[in-house]
Structures are given as C-alpha cells and as structure tokens.
C-alpha cells in the first residue's frame, strides 16, 4: 500500500515537473520519468506486459523522439522563452483542484466501483491478444501505416527541378 | 475509502495537470508533452480498472493497442513541429495553420 501511494505520488511530482521545468530537454526528461513510474505501477498492479511496453516504448522510444525534436529547436525556444507566469501558477492550480475534488470525485469512484463486473480472469496475453482481439492487431498494423503515411505527407519528396536551388519548403 | 478511489483521484489529478499545460502553452513541444500525460493517466485508469474487476489480461491487451497510437500520434505531432519549425522558424501552434496547401 505504501509502496502503491509512492510510486503515485512520485508520477503527480513528475507530471508536475515535465510541465513547469523552464527547458523543454528537462520536460523530456522528465516525461520519461513519469513512462517509468506508470510502468512500475503497472508491475505492482499485475500487468507486466503493460509495464514492459510502456517502459520499452513511452520511456524509451518516444522520449528519444522528443529528446530529438527539442535539441532541434532548443536553441530557437531559448531565444524567445514563453512567459512562465502561466506555468509557475501550476501548482496552485492543481491544489484548488485537489482541494475541491476531494469533496466529490473519491465517493464518486466509490459508487463506480460498487457497478464493477468481475470478469473471468482467466487465459493469457498471448490468446487474448491472438486470439480474441484481432481486429484490435489488425487496427495496429493499420495505424502504423497511418503514421508512414502522415509522415511521408509531411516529408514529400523534392521535385526533381528544385533540387540544388537551395530553397527550403 | 478504497484503493481504488484514491486512485482514480490522483489519475483525475494528473489528467489536469495534463490539460493544464495543454491549455497554458502554445508550444507544440508542451503540447504534446501535455498530451502524452493525459494519455499516461488514461493507461493508469485502464489498467486499474482491470484490476479492479480481474479483467487485466484484456486491460493489457487494450493498453498494447494504445500504446501504439500514442507512438504514432506523437511520431505524426512531432513531424508537424520539425515542418512548422522549418517553414516559420518556431514551434508556435497557432502557427501549424501556415502549413496548409
């Protein structure tokens, strides 16, 4: 119990810091530290596959994607910073929040959990995945298609007469 | 009060934080990053629930499928801010509507 507390207490802190930190490379970083937490989360509630792809795939890939994307513009960010007042207002905000939901949303999921169906609990990953859900495989294979697609759509290709001139579009 | 109401608080928690800086920046860069904690809230409060009804091998099969959405969701937003970045020379997202045609 403690341990569970922790850990969510350690992703609000995180959340927290990969808004408010003033340099996007420590929003970054700080976003692969909360990929981190959830995944142990994940292993703590049961579900290791979840933490596995979580830790591999948000913690590893798509920070390395954002730490790329914020070293190319880093230089222009530091340049012309937004105003931090917004940000620094943060905390209050989400204290307000806190102290007002506190009032509503716990009884709230009380009552949620009180229409819970339990499930059988039974099979493994492998049929689940496999077996039971391959539309959803299906719809992944789709999806990533999507983004080669998105990409290569924002990425186009030079027009053979343009090469050389230089011009950047 | 149960575990599971606390923590779905503290997911309601870290979903405002999430559109908070959604909301508060017009940095693409801040925006995804708002975006990726919404989603991270949205997988705890998956995963909990299957927990919670014994249900964690379809939670975790579902969560499988969401994780890679938010790969190519992110792969796709962060294609727009290199492109954004390249044609006006910041990440400004009221700026993203210069990309079109």
């Known amino acids: 119990m403690t341990y569970h507390t922790l850990l969510f207490a350690l992703a609000v802190c995180f959340a927290l810091w990969a808004v408010m930190a003033k340099k996007l490379l420590t929003s970054a970083i700080m976003l692969a530290l909360l990929s981190v937490t959830v995944s142990l989360i994940f292993f703590n509630l049961g579900a290791p596959w979840a933490g596995v792809f979580e830790l591999s795939v948000c913690a590893g890939l798509i920070s390395v994607l954002f730490i790329g994307a914020v070293s190319l513009i880093r230089t222009e960010d530091q340049s012309r910073p937004e105003s931090r007042a917004r940000f620094y207002a943060l905390p209050l905000a989400a204290a307000i929040f806190a102290i007002a939901a506190w009032f509503y949303l716990p009884a709230f999921f009380e009552e949620l959990a009180g229409w819970k169906r339990m499930g059988t609990g039974g099979g493994n990953i492998g049929l689940a995945l496999w077996d039971m859900r391959r539309p959803d495989l299906l719809g992944q294979v789709l999806m990533l298609a999507a983004g080669v697609f998105v990409i290569k759509s924002v990425f186009p290709r030079k027009p053979q007469a343009s090469r050389g001139t230089g011009v950047n579009k | ?101």
């Not at chain 2, 599971?4 to 559109?19: K, Q």
């Open chain 2, 1 to 101: 009060m149960s575990t599971f109401a606390i923590d779905w608080y503290i997911i309601a928690l870290i979903m405002f934080i999430g559109f908070y800086s959604m909301l508060a920046s017009r940095s693409i860069v801040r925006q995804l990053i708002g975006l990726e904690i919404i989603s991270k809230a949205a997988m705890l409060a998956l995963i909990s629930a299957g927990a919670l009804t014994d249900n964690l091998v379809y939670a975790q099969a579902l969560l499988i499928t969401m994780i890679v959405i938010e790969v190519v969701v992110v792969a796709a937003g962060l294609a727009l801010l290199v492109k954004n970045f390249r044609v006006n020379g910041n990440a400004d997202v009221w700026n993203l509507d210069s990309l079109k045609g």
